[in-house]
């Protein structure tokens, strides 16, 4: 079971917006795209690169990476990060 913490929602709700508001039909192909990326983690939780401190990993969808931890059968989306910015400043919770 996959579920999107708060900040992951508002994170993609703010790209979406984003994109939105240039190219709809765009903000409609990368939802997608994530979408597809997120039923990736759910059939394959282990595909995801590890983090290197945290018990957490990430797949990238350009130009976000989606971090998330896995705990048995239940998949938790905690943040969609731009790849640019500085990981270091993440808060998960």
Known sequence: MIVLSRKAVDDLSQW???IAN???VAAQEFLFRVRKSI??????PEVG???PRRDIRYVVEPPLKIFYSAQGESIRIL?????????KSIRYE
């Open 22 to 24: 240039d190219n709809p």
């Open 39 to 44: 039923q990736m983690i759910d059939e394959h």
């Open 16 to 18: 979406i917006d984003r």
């Open 79 to 87: 943040r969609f990060w731009h790849s640019a910015r500085n990981p």
């Open 49 to 51: 690169h590890r983090h």
